[in-house]
Each structure stands twice: as C-alpha cells, then as structure tokens.
C-alpha cells in the first residue's frame, strides 16, 4: 500500500491551480531560503534596537513640541498603536537631561538600529539570491539603513499627525474605520520603503507592490492582536509575571512581524520569477524548482573570477545537465 499517494495526488492537484500553487511555493521557498532562522535573527536584532531608537525618538520630539500636549498625547498614542507591547513603556519614560546627552543616546540608538537593518538586508539578499559578490558593500549597506531609518521616522511623524486629526474630526465609529484605514496605508507605504531601500537595485520597483500590500495587511493584523495581548494579558498580570510577560511578548511580536516580513518579500520573488508550481515530493521535478535551487546555489559566488554551475542528473524537468 502506498501511504504517499494521497499526498502525490495533491501534489499533482495543486500544481493545476494557481491559487493554491503560489502559497504552497511561497512556503517551499521560504523553507529552502532557511528564512526561518534571518527572522530569528532580524528579530533578536529588532528586540535590543526598537526601545532605545522609540524612547529617542519620542524624546525628540517631546523637546520640538515642547508645552504642546495635545500633540504629545498624539505621539505617545501613535506609539501605543503601532508597538502595542512595549508602547505603554515608552509613554511613561522619555530621556531627561542635556542636548549632549540626547545626541549620545540618539548616536547609540542608531547603531543599534542598523543592526536591524544589516539583518534585514542579508535576508532579503537571500529571498532574491543576490550572489554575495553582486550585494553591497559595507559602507553602502550602512547608508542604505540611515536612510531607511530616516524614511521611517518621517513616515513615524507623518502617521502621528493624520492619527491626531482622524481623533479630532470623527466619531467613535469614523475614527475606528478611518484610523484602520489609515494605518493599513502607511503600513503599505512602511513596506515599500523598507523592500525599495533593502532589496538590491537590480529588482524593479513593480516587483514588490504585491509583498508590500500583504505585508501591510499582515501588520495591521499583528498590531491588533498586540493591542488585545496587552490588553487580556500584560494590563492584568502582576507586577513580576509583568515583566516577563512583556518581554515574552515583545519577542514574540517581533518575530511574528518578521516572519510576516519575510513572507511577503518570498510572494514577491515567487510571483516576479514565476516560481511555481513546485514540486512538494521526489526530485525537483518542475522547471520551477530548478530555477529556485540553481538561483540559491549561486548565492555562494564570492568572488568576479568565481562561476558556479548547478546539474540535475534525474528527476529534473529537463531530464540532463543545465547551468547558468
């Protein structure tokens, strides 16, 4: 009795619809991209550089608005919303004393956000097989953060306003639509600035409209589920269990919008390079599965005078040898 022939037979069902055969690419790729473990990594990064660069960040412009406390009401509220976890943290503590220790402290917060973004950028190098001899190189890889950083805490003040002004001019139901609303385009907005600024120059920028859109979907998502987190759980712990479970969620938070980020990066490469239908047993069977493991073995070119070349003895879909 063969036990895989329920199995074969999806496998052939799914490769006939669309539907089904771009998700199940996405997640055969994500698996041989090992992108589980540049999520962990982009997530360990995110969870000792996000409080610091908020708590910075927050400072800033507690002394730009100075005396104004609408407007920091409408900061501290836009932190609560888009970092639900730690956002009731960085409402009650901002840096105190001189410039010259807000600049440090800026200056530290930085570098400890480019941590993020050299993780992020090595991910998305390997989502889109960009062989480690094309990829940037050091000083260009830490512009490329700065700048993305920048973009963020512009796009940052940017929500905190327009959430101030949906607030002021509708009602309970109008705000609670249109703050959705809002907060799901920027989110687009959020992702399309971090793949345009961290994916290599060579992918066109139509490439990643569709990642970005899921991606601002899926952290809208996780911003809710964050909320009700803080809300059920964290509000009603004690004060030690507090603690722990405040941190426990944050990672978690963090790794699931990694991952959710990583994600949406894999539909843009599967959907641009037509990726699909992969096989899900036996040899790499179809034409796309080739394509994916031959792109993923020439990541490893290091070097302008090295060339590596891929061959499918069996079971490939051109039935012999084939290099790039």
């Known amino acids: 009795m063969d036990v895989l022939r329920p199995v074969r037979a999806f496998d052939r069902t799914q490769q006939l619809h669309p539907w089904l055969a771009i998700p199940l690419a996405v997640v055969k790729k994500f698996t041989d991209d090992g992108a589980g473990g540049l999520a962990a990594l982009i997530a360990y990064y995110s969870f000792f550089s996000l409080f610091p660069l908020l708590l910075v960040f927050v400072t800033i412009l507690g002394y730009v608005f100075h005396g104004d406390k609408s407007v920091e009401k409408t900061i501290e509220d836009s932190v609560v919303a888009h970092f639900p976890v730690i956002g009731s943290s960085i409402r009650s503590h901002q840096l105190s004393g001189s410039v010259a220790a807000v600049v440090v402290g800026g200056v530290i917060a930085l570098w400890a956000g480019l941590g993020v ?169 179809e034409p796309a599965d080739e394509s994916a493991l031959r792109a993923l073995a020439k990541v490893e070119e290091r070097s302008e005078y090295e060339r590596i070349e891929v061959e499918f003895r069996t079971g490939g879909a051109s039935g012999g040898q084939e290099d790039s």
């Open 117 to 285: 973004t050299q993780a992020a950028q090595n991910a998305f190098d390997r989502v889109w097989a960009v062989p480690y001899k094309a990829r940037r190189d050091f000083l260009r890889k830490r512009l490329r953060g700065l700048l993305l950083l920048a973009v963020l805490g512009t796009l940052f003040v940017i929500s905190s306003v327009i959430s101030g002004l949906v607030s002021a001019g509708l009602g309970s139901l109008g705000y609670k639509t249109g703050g959705i609303a809002i907060s799901v385009l920027l989110n687009v907005v959020l992702f399309t600035a971090v793949f345009r600024l961290l994916t290599t120059a060579a992918v066109p920028t139509r490439s990643i409209w569709m990642g970005a859109l899921i991606g601002g979907v899926l952290w809208e998502i996780l911003q809710v589920l964050g909320g009700v987190y803080v809300t059920h759980v964290v509000n009603h712990a004690t004060e030690a269990y507090g603690v722990f479970a405040t941190v426990l969620g944050l990672l978690a938070w963090l790794h699931l919008g990694a991952l959710a980020t990583l994600y949406a990066a894999e539909v843009n490469v599967v959907v641009m390079r037509d990726l699909w239908p992969r096989s899900l047993l036996g040899a790499p069977s």
